[in-house]
């Protein structure tokens, strides 16, 4: 099976402008997560999607959102950018049997984010 | 609230060394328990993880980890280290109650020495 892929691999945007970032989780899964990964502050939960309902949300401004599709595929998006999200977005895929938390998240190889 | 401490910023060990990589958490309910590895400009793979039963688990690339009801610790280890474990180790833990994200350390800079 092919892996959790994340398009664009690198995205270099301004102040002010927004992004919108794309996973496609492994085939059959159903759960998608997003991260958001910063030196000092590590990994950072966004959001958890299932059949595409929002299921979880971190503590993130709400100019960050997300969406998932009936395929599973997701996408977060942040609008009017500030310096600090600069960061890497991982995105993470997990079977999504529902009822159950003790599965393990495939991660992508995420977006890295500059904000200028 | 659920929480993950891992209290070293950066281990070194000789090759050939045991490691350690220590992880303690904090949930309401039972624990649902899991190990990372993330090498440079690479996303997260899956190591090992803790659901219910025999208390040590083994996992990817001979690295084994023990949970400690008592201690809640979940201490990632491996008998002999080599140059090319160096990287970047996280622990993440979620609460079996339920609808509860994955909560992640902040993560452990492991290095092998030669």
């Known amino acids: 099976k092919a892996g959790v892929t994340q398009t664009p691999r690198y995205l270099i945007k301004t102040r002010g402008q927004q992004v919108t970032l794309s996973c496609s989780p492994i085939?059959?899964?159903?759960?998608v997560s997003w991260y958001q990964q910063t030196p000092g502050q590590g990994l950072q939960f966004l959001f958890e999607y299932f059949s595409e309902t929002q299921r979880n949300k971190g503590n993130f401004p709400g100019r960050f959102s997300g969406r998932q599709f009936s395929n599973s595929r997701s996408e977060m998006n942040v609008s009017t950018l500030e310096l600090g999200d600069s960061a890497l977005y991982l995105c993470?895929?997990?079977?999504?049997?529902?009822?159950?938390?003790?599965?393990?998240?495939?991660f992508g190889p995420g977006t890295r984010l500059l904000v200028l | 609230a659920q929480s993950v401490a891992q209290p070293e910023d950066q281990v070194n060990v000789a090759e050939g060394n045991p490691l350690t990589v220590k992880c303690t958490y904090s949930?309401?309910?039972?624990?649902?328990l899991f190990w990372y590895v993330q090498y440079p400009n690479r996303g997260l793979q899956f190591l090992l993880k803790y659901i219910t039963g025999d208390n040590l688990v083994k996992g990817s690339y001979g690295f084994e980890a023990e949970f400690n009801k008592s201690q809640t610790s979940f201490h990632l280890k491996k008998p002999s280290a080599l140059v090319s474990d160096s990287a970047l180790y996280f622990c993440?833990?979620?609460?079996?109650?339920?609808?509860?994200?994955?909560?992640f350390g902040t993560g452990t800079k492991l290095q092998v020495i030669p």
């Open positions: 993440a833990v979620r609460d079996s109650g339920g609808y509860q994200k994955v909560t």
């Open positions: 993470a895929s997990s079977p999504g049997l529902a009822g159950t938390y003790q599965e393990t998240q495939y």
């Open positions: 085939s059959g899964h159903r759960s």
């Open positions: 949930v309401s309910g039972n624990p649902y």
